[in-house]
C-alpha cells in the first residue's frame, strides 16, 4: 500500500512533456510559380503559447491560413498566429490549418528536406526538417520520422495573396 501510494505521487513529479513540432511535410504545387503546403502537428507544453509564425532560408515567404467551409462554399483566410493549448496538439492538415508557402527552392534541399523554424509567444524557436513532397503526393511515412526535440533557439513570417490550398 505505502509503495504504490509513493508511485502515485512520484508519478505527479514527472516532468511535463516539452512543447515541439512533428510529422512537418510540404506538398509541392505542380506549378512552380504556385505555392506550396505545409503541414505538421504542433505538441503543446506545460504552458499555453502562440504560434506566431514559419520562417525557412529556402523558401520567400510562409503565410498561416485556415480553410473552411462557409455555407457549402470552401474558403481560406489566413490567420495571424494559431493558439497551442497546453499539453493539447493542434494538426495543420489539408482542409484546415495549413501553411501557404511561396516560393519554396526545392533545388536546396537536403535528403528531400527544408528546415522550418517554427516562432512562439514564449519565445521559443523550434527548427524542423520539412519532408518534400511531389503535386499529388498524401503525407508519407518519412514525414512521422522527423519530429524535433525541442532545439529550440530562441530568435517571424508576413501574410497576403494565396491560391488554393
Excluded at 4 to 31: E, F, H, K, T
Excluded at 72 to 80: C, D, F, L, V
Amino acid at each position: 500500500m505505502l509503495i504504490a501510494a509513493a508511485s502515485a505521487m512520484l508519478s505527479g513529479c514527472a516532468d511535463p512533456l516539452p512543447l515541439y513540432v512533428d510529422q512537418a511535410w510540404i506538398r509541392l504545387a505542380p506549378d512552380q510559380a504556385a505555392p506550396a503546403a505545409g503541414y505538421m502537428t504542433v505538441h503543446g507544453g506545460p504552458q499555453e503559447v502562440k504560434l506566431l509564425g514559419v520562417l525557412s532560408d529556402r523558401v520567400q515567404r510562409i503565410e498561416m491560413h485556415e480553410s473552411a467551409n462557409e455555407g457549402g462554399m470552401t474558403t481560406m483566410k489566413p490567420i495571424t498566429s494559431v493558439t497551442i493549448p497546453a499539453e493539447t496538439k493542434v494538426a495543420f492538415a489539408p482542409g484546415g490549418k495549413h501553411l501557404m508557402m511561396f516560393g519554396v527552392n526545392a533545388a536546396e534541399a537536403r535528403e528531400g528536406k527544408i528546415p522550418l523554424t517554427f516562432l512562439f509567444s514564449n519565445g521559443d524557436r523550434i527548427i524542423v526538417d520539412a519532408v518534400l513532397q511531389k503535386a499529388g503526393a498524401a503525407a508519407s511515412d518519412a514525414a512521422n520520422d522527423n519530429a524535433a526535440a525541442p532545439a529550440t533557439d530562441n530568435s517571424m513570417g508576413n501574410m497576403a495573396d494565396h491560391a488554393g490550398h
